[in-house]
């Protein structure tokens, strides 16, 4: 009994940290696609900027 809650926990334990580097890539993907997101609103920005002063 022991050695099967023992498996179960190192199961439960693999399954988390797997889980939590997944949840790292996403977060990654996640400020990558926010500082894209930035640098194209001050391209956007500029363009405006430019057309105003036209």
Do not use: G
């Amino acid at each position: 009994v022991f050695a099967e809650v023992t498996r179960r926990n190192v199961d439960k334990a693999t399954t988390i940290r797997a889980l939590m580097e997944d949840n790292k890539d996403k977060n990654a993907k996640i400020t990558h696609l926010k500082e894209e997101k930035e640098h194209e609103q001050e391209k956007n920005e500029a363009f405006v900027s430019m057309a105003e002063d036209i």
